[in-house]
């Protein structure tokens, strides 16, 4: 079946980074679009970005823009979401979603 297995979050100060990655299993991975989307504490979900399957193609919420950087490795079956310059409004809970299926997500916490 689907998998998607997110990692790499944590407590992180502002103004520093994070390199978030999504193992992908049960699909051809190289063929779909990926995406993050993130849910901050007690409020809704928001798109961050997304690739196409080829990598070539990102789009990025302008909450994000010139921050984040979304990457993919197809030959790993594996996405990335480097983040740069991290703020307290990014602060949540990352997930990565692909071929219908949604990770369990991984923690972000941006706090001095």
């Known amino acids: ?3 998607l297995v997110e990692s790499g ?3 992180v100060q502002p103004g520093g980074s994070l390199r978030l990655s999504c193992v992908a299993s049960g699909f051809t991975f190289s063929s779909y ?7 901050a504490p007690g409020k809704g979900l928001e798109w961050v970005s997304d690739i196409d399957s080829s990598g070539d193609t990102t789009y990025y919420a302008d909450s994000v823009k010139g921050r ?3 990457s993919r490795d ?5 996405l990335y979401l480097q983040m740069n310059s991290l703020k307290s409004e990014d602060t949540g809970l990352y997930y990565c979603t692909g071929a219908g299926s949604w990770g ?6 941006v706090s001095s």
């Open 1 to 3: 079946q689907v998998q």
């Open 9 to 11: 979050g944590g407590l």
């Open 33 to 39: 679009l990926l995406r993050w989307v993130r849910q």
């Open 68 to 70: 984040f950087t979304i």
């Open 74 to 78: 197809n030959a790993k079956n594996t």
């Open 104 to 109: 369990q997500g991984t923690r972000v916490i």
